[in-house]
């Protein structure tokens, strides 16, 4: 063997595999919510996620398993700004979610 030659790689390892029933639940639930959030796009929506996170906002966009939501300013500044809201304050702000993070979208 030559000095500068690297050692022979093993062969990789899989550590996870997503089962056949699984996979078919997953994509299930993946196109319902596409639909969903292009049924109810640019709505104002209140989303609740697997941690407890909770966001308030429009629906901008579903692209693959990604929701965008334009955060509101009512539920940016009740949840960061002490005091009254600003009524001149642009809200522009976009959040990505993982659609199988999320645990319900509700209509506001």
């Known amino acids: 063997m030559h000095p500068y030659d690297s050692a022979p790689t093993p062969a990789p390892t899989r550590v996870y595999h997503c089962e056949s029933d699984h996979h078919e639940t997953l ?34 966009l579903c692209d693959r398993s990604i929701m965008f939501l334009q955060l509101s300013n009512e539920g940016l500044s009740r949840a960061f700004l002490p005091g009254p809201p600003n009524p001149y304050f642009y809200n522009n702000v976009i959040l990505p979610l993982v659609l199988f993070d999320l645990l319900a979208i509700t209509l506001i």
Request: include cysteine; charged fraction near 30%; proline fraction near 0%.
């Open 27 to 60: 994509l299930g639930v993946k196109q319902r919510l596409q639909a969903l959030c292009a049924e109810h796009a640019y709505r104002l929506v209140k989303v609740e996620t697997m941690d407890g996170d909770v966001y308030e906002g429009k629906i901008v």
